[in-house]
């Protein structure tokens, strides 16, 4: 099992900056992946910003050149820094870790999930 738990969601103003950050219980130097996604109400989960383990990172369209992904292997931490953000933001946002684990004497990859934290983007 791996344990993910968000902080940092709270409300801000648009043109506004926040940083989420995850904390795993397990090395993330050992995940295959780790993501963050949003729900917003109404709406599919998506995916917002995602970094392998070999430092590859990817954006979803909609916030390229305004989020930033980036870990910390020491700390075991992966963090959303977000800027410029716009009410489309408001969302709950999920810190997601993808392993690859032996179960029996099968190796398949299973997904995580941490309990989400709440972005407001309001005036």
């Known amino acids: 099992q791996v344990q993910l738990v968000e902080s940092g969601g709270g409300l801000v103003q648009p043109g506004g900056s926040l940083r989420l950050s995850c904390g795993s219980s397990?090395?993330?130097?050992?995940?295959?992946?780790m993501g963050w996604y949003r729900q917003a109400p109404g709406k599919p989960r998506e995916l917002v910003a995602l970094?392998?383990?070999?430092?590859?990172?990817m954006y979803a369209d909609s916030v390229k050149g305004r989020l930033a992904i980036s870990r910390d292997n020491a700390k075991n931490e992966v963090y959303l820094q977000m800027y410029s953000l716009k009410s489309e933001d408001t969302a709950v946002y999920y810190c997601?870790?993808?392993?690859?684990?032996?179960?029996?004497?099968?190796?398949?990859?299973?997904?995580?999930w941490g309990q989400g934290t709440q972005v407001t983007v309001s005036s």
């Open positions: 397990a090395s993330i130097a050992s995940l295959n992946r």
């Open positions: 970094t392998t383990n070999n430092g590859n990172t």
């Open positions: 997601n870790a993808e392993r690859s684990e032996k179960r029996g004497s099968e190796w398949s990859s299973y997904d995580y």
